[in-house]
Structures are given as structure tokens and as C-alpha cells.
């Protein structure tokens, strides 16, 4: 038939069926899957990343996205406007205050008061000492024996902080006469008061005080000097028998007359007494300081140069 359309000059038309395979479809459901699951992720990442951002982070990241280049190239309102007097703006888009505009100054920063901070740690001290103080008194009105000693026990507060001082009465010394040998009272009445003293950190110094009477040897033998020292050293024995850490006392002198309690009287029988003084900080550091300088080893010429 072919042969005789070709000769008849007709043209030959050819057709072929085009073969369509089912199925799968092909991987084109792969890539749009791949996107989906993509796309859950990126907005579960936004969403926890919008949950764990801070109120002023989300502002300022906001406030960027407005105008990307006006902040960062020219300066002006930024997150920081939001909430703080001082105007904001500037390159870091995650602070809330203390950004500055470009070309202003950014304010002073606040500077310590180092006198108001030592005002304060002194009226701090002073109130500590003032509680010490009504805990010693507590203590005397608590106890019979010491109640019975109330005039002879004495509390107030000196420039160098509190101070206790026991003395002596006309007919009850606290040593036998012209010996640091304490009487029994003394004894208790100084491991009485150790705990309370021992309560606090400050520092302690203690100091023996003699009337204006010389020593029967005079003052180039055993003198209200040595006296007064060996005083101040036998009471410091019994505070430490009471209780006190013997790491708090940092000075133990003996001061004969020279400083008497009752100055019109040099022989009145107060003058004789023990004093002990739990140390403000100050006065703690200035008499350390002091005997450091003390201690120190005496420079020579040629260390001098």
C-alpha cells in the first residue's frame, strides 16, 4: 500500500506511539519534601530563638531590620531610646542603655566616694562596738558577782574604739599590793567578760596603769614600770584562761603613771587600773603600722644609696 500511495505521489506519514511509564512520577516529590522539612525547620529555629531573646535584643534586632543602614553608616534612635533617658542608637543593637549617638559625648561615668565609703564603714563599726558594749552590760547585771563589782568595771567609747577598764577601790584592790598577783575576784571577773570579747574580731590591746606612788626600790630597780607591765600581762593570762583567742591581742604595755584616770589626784586609788580595748580598724592598722616601723631593721649608708 505504501509502495502505491509512493506511486501516486502521495506523502507517507509514519506514526509512533509514545510509551508513558506510571509510577513514581520521577524524584521531583523528593525536592519539594526536602524543601518542607527545610522550611520546619527554619521556623522552629525562629520560633525558639524568638522564645530565648530578651525583650531589648528583640527591639533592637527589629529596629535594624527597619532601617539596616541608617543606625550603623549615620547614628540616631535606636533600641536604647526605649527606656533610658540618655538617647541611643549606635552599633550595638542588643544594649538598652548607654548607647550614644555618633559624635556625642558619652556621660561621665559614676565614680566612687571613697569618704562616704569610709563614713559608712565607721558608723558600721561604731554601731558593732555600741552592740558589744550592751552585751558587756548584759553580761555584769546577769551575774551576782560581777553586779557587785559594777563600780569598779567601767565601758564607754574612746577614739581607738571600746574600752573596758577595772580599777581599783580604796578597800578592794584587783592585786595584791606592789605585785601583779590578781585576786580571785579579778580573776573571774576578767574570764567573765573574755567570751563576750571574744565574739568579735576586732583586735585587742591591753594596758596596767599604777598610781603615782614610787616603788620602794625607786625608779632605776623594779619600778611601777615593770609593775604595770607585769599587770597587763597577768591579765592578759586570764583572758586567755576565759576563753579569748590569744590571737586578737596585738599589744600589751604597761604605762606606770603616765596616764592617770584622775588627773588632780595622782594617788587616787582609780589610777590603778587594767585597760582593755577592743580596737576600731583604724586604730588596729595605725598601731601595726607602727610597730612595723618599729621592727624594721635600720638602714645603712650603702643600702641607702
Known amino acids: 500500500m505504501a509502495k502505491a500511495q509512493a506511486a501516486e505521489g502521495k506523502p507517507i ?40 531573646t530578651t525583650k531589648g535584643d528583640l527591639q533592637g534586632i527589629a529596629e535594624y531590620f527597619r532601617t539596616p543602614l541608617k543606625v550603623a553608616l549615620f547614628g540616631g534612635s535606636g533600641s536604647g531610646d526605649s527606656s533610658s533617658v540618655i538617647k541611643g542608637g549606635g552599633k550595638d543593637l542588643t544594649r538598652q542603655h548607654g548607647q550614644v549617638r555618633d559624635g556625642e559625648i558619652e556621660p561621665p561615668k559614676k565614680t566612687i566616694n ?33 553586779r557587785g563589782f559594777r563600780n569598779q568595771i567601767r565601758v564607754d ?26 585576786k580571785d575576784y579579778t580573776r573571774e571577773i576578767l574570764r567573765s567578760l573574755a567570751p563576750v570579747l571574744n565574739e568579735v574580731e576586732n583586735r585587742i590591746a591591753l594596758s596596767g596603769h599604777t598610781d603615782a606612788a614610787p616603788y620602794a626600790s625607786g625608779e632605776r630597780g623594779y619600778s611601777n614600770w615593770e609593775l604595770s607591765a607585769d599587770r597587763a600581762n597577768a591579765s592578759r593570762r586570764e583572758l586567755i584562761a576565759g576563753g579569748l583567742d590569744e590571737r586578737k591581742i596585738v599589744r600589751v604595755v ?37 610597730r612595723e616601723a618599729t621592727e624594721a631593721p635600720a638602714q645603712t649608708k650603702e643600702d641607702s644609696r
Open 254 to 290: 604597761g604605762l606606770a603613771a603616765s596616764v592617770p584616770l584622775v588627773r588632780e589626784d595622782p594617788l587616787h586609788p582609780t589610777n590603778r587600773r587594767i585597760s582593755i580595748v577592743v580596737l576600731t580598724r583604724e586604730a588596729e592598722q595605725a598601731m601595726l603600722a607602727g
Open 114 to 146: 571613697l569618704q562616704a565609703a569610709k563614713d559608712e564603714l565607721k558608723r558600721r563599726e561604731r554601731a558593732a562596738l555600741e552592740d558589744l558594749r550592751a552585751r558587756l552590760d548584759r553580761v555584769i547585771e546577769a551575774s551576782p558577782m560581777l
Open 157 to 182: 567609747i574612746t577614739s581607738e574604739g571600746l574600752r573596758v577598764q577595772i580599777v581599783d577601790e580604796q578597800n578592794r584592790p584587783m592585786f595584791d599590793l606592789g605585785s601583779a598577783r590578781l
Open 13 to 52: 506519514v509514519i506514526r509512533r506511539q509514545k510509551k508513558v511509564h506510571g509510577g513514581h512520577h520521577g524524584g521531583a516529590w523528593k525536592i519539594a519534601y526536602a524543601d518542607f522539612v527545610t522550611a520546619m525547620m527554619a521556623f522552629f529555629l525562629l520560633m525558639w530563638l524568638l522564645g530565648s
